[in-house]
């Protein structure tokens, strides 16, 4: 809930939002908190996109832990052209992350000005093209650098990731909360690493607990978006700069691939609402 007003005072005027030339839906991917698997969803359902035959970029915007470069297997530094920025591409996804411009194991130690600067350059300063969605993974948490894109970026939507456990969902219920106080529209919660299948066993292991994404949707009023398996093949295709979602054919592929099309599925449905307008005492 935001902060009353005086009773005299003028209502606040919201920052105008300019879109981004040629960006038809900007997609939000942000989590309450770190280790979630908020990067590695946002990199499969970018590929899932292109693989359905979207034109898709992915802008990594978690600008000190910027892991998008190894889990799509780039690492090249990007180009310039007529004072633009080309982005890097892979699996049919146009990439920019700080990680191409400060590559290996040195830190980042920037504050808050020279943050909100270059996420402004990765948004207006890259030469996106024509694309039907801009994944941006975002950093965890509800921190300087999510606000200072959400407010200035016109965003469709955003997906929350968690897991089943009760320290992820408290947090998840935070993110929540951030969006809809800067009317963010919420597409949906996933909750992440849901069971662990054992192989070669027809067993399944909730190892962070059961069903507490879904009853969070309910409870916070929001889309659940569905499962996703601790998997590992997940983990070894990120580490190893082929995701999952790339692998045709291959079935552990669908649920990332389902998840696009809820994805895709929710931003029209919000398109068609409309903005929404909240009036406050």
């Known amino acids: 809930m935001s902060p009353q007003q005086p009773r005299n005072a003028p209502p606040q005027q919201e920052q105008p939002k300019q879109p981004i030339p040629g960006v038809r839906s900007l997609i939000a991917v942000g989590s309450g908190k770190g280790g979630v698997g908020k990067t590695t969803v946002a990199v499969n359902l970018a590929i899932s996109l292109a693989k359905l035959g979207r034109k898709v970029g992915l802008l990594d915007a978690d600008v000190y832990g910027p892991n998008v470069p190894l889990m799509m297997g780039k690492h090249e530094a990007p180009m310039g052209a007529n004072d633009r920025i080309r982005p890097i591409e892979s699996y049919g996804v146009k990439l920019m992350s700080i990680g191409f411009l400060n590559p290996g194991d040195k830190p980042l130690v920037w504050r808050g000005p020279m943050l909100h600067s270059v996420i402004q350059q990765f948004l207006r300063g890259v030469d996106w093209g024509e694309l039907d969605y801009l994944v941006i993974d975002l950093p965890p948490g509800t ?6 894109l959400i407010q200035s970026a016109p965003i469709s939507g955003a997906v929350i990731v968690t897991t089943p456990s009760a320290v992820s969902l408290e947090d998840a219920r935070k993110a929540i909360n951030m969006f809809g106080q800067v009317r963010v529209p919420i597409l949906g919660l996933v909750e992440n690493m849901s069971y662990l299948l054992v192989p070669g066993l027809d067993q399944r292991i909730d190892v962070f607990g059961h069903g507490g994404g879904k009853r969070t949707a309910e409870q916070m009023n929001v ?35 389902e998840l696009a099309r809820r994805i895709e599925a929710r931003c029209q449905e919000e398109q068609k609402a409309g903005p929404k307008i909240t009036v406050e005492d």
């Not at 921190?143 to 200072?148: P, R």
């Not at 499962?227 to 054919?249: H, K, Q, S, Y």
Request: charged letters at 25%; glycine letters at 14%.
């Open 143 to 148: 921190g300087d650098v999510a606000l200072s």
């Open 223 to 257: 889309h659940f978006l569905g499962e996703l398996a601790l998997n590992p093949e997940v983990r070894v295709g990120g580490d190893t700069g082929r995701p999952i979602a790339t692998r045709d054919g291959d079935p552990q592929a669908e649920p990332f691939r």
